[in-house]
């Protein structure tokens, strides 16, 4: 009985460790932050930062402030970039009239810290907090978020920190995105960030925008689709050929206007 509990012991043991060790692999393949290359300061953006609940600081570029009572847009990028790769967005959106707040997540590029799903929301009310304190309420803000992002993005919307919300190349969840790969895998236990966008879609009642290319090899079009569809409202933007890497590429200019319409 004794040699039968340890072994139970040594098992349970065994067993937890390597969930641990395959749930610390899956955050770094979701935060590949080694391999992400940190880009030059744009000269004509205003680099700013605020603190964190949990004292963590946080990075931000920033457009010029826009006429009064526009919009401004607060975006998150995806997970293999930095807010200096996306100065291009804060200028296209400036040229419309809209102001621009680049947010850059702990860990990356020149913010110290390691990246977690509670981390990123923790940055991402950081930020809003910060305009808000400058008279840039939930009223005048348009949310922003790319792949990675749109996690973020979303989360920000269901806690009413927006008017508006644009979601890029979304998926439903992480889990189910790697279930699509590959489905004999427990995602649910072995990923330890959720980012669980479809299960607060009935929560987000702001104008929204989903821009997905029908041909994403990343994330399936078919998950876009379905967020646009649970999201009363929602307006699709597909972009045929689109895959998941090229949409500013391909549509830019029409990707801008659109955005530009849905915050004005």
Request: with cysteine; proline share 6%.
């Amino acid at each position: 009985m004794q040699r039968s509990l340890s072994f139970v012991v040594l098992v349970a043991v065994l067993a937890t460790s390597c969930v641990l060790a395959v749930r610390a692999v899956a955050r770094r393949t979701l935060f590949p932050t080694s391999e992400v290359p940190v880009a030059a300061l744009p000269g004509d953006l205003r680099e700013t930062t605020c603190i964190a609940a949990d004292g963590a600081l946080v990075r931000l570029l920033e457009s010029a402030p826009p006429a009064a009572h526009a919009r401004t847009v607060v975006y998150f990028h995806n997970n293999r970039e930095t807010i200096e790769a996306r100065a291009d967005l804060a200028r296209a959106l400036a040229a419309r009239g809209l102001g621009a707040v680049l947010v850059e997540y702990r860990g990356y590029g020149r913010s110290p810290g390691s990246p977690t799903e509670a981390g990123l929301y923790l940055d991402a009310e950081a930020a809003l907090d910060a305009l808000a304190a400058r008279g840039v309420g939930p009223e005048r803000v348009v949310l922003w978020g790319t792949s990675l992002g749109s996690g973020v993005a979303a989360e920000m919307a269901r806690r009413g920190r927006g008017a508006r919300l644009v979601l890029m190349t979304p998926y439903t969840s992480i889990p189910e995105l790697v279930t699509n790969v590959a489905p004999f895998v427990p995602a649910r236990t072995l990923v330890p960030d959720a980012f669980d966008t479809g299960s607060k879609t009935s929560a987000i009642g702001v104008p929204t925008l989903v821009i997905h290319g029908d041909a994403d090899e990343i994330v399936p079009f078919a998950m876009g689709r379905a967020i646009a569809q649970a999201i009363r409202g929602a307006r699709l933007f597909a972009i045929a050929g689109g895959r998941h890497g090229d949409l500013f590429a391909r549509e830019g200019p029409r990707l801008y206007e659109a955005v530009a319409e849905l915050a004005r």
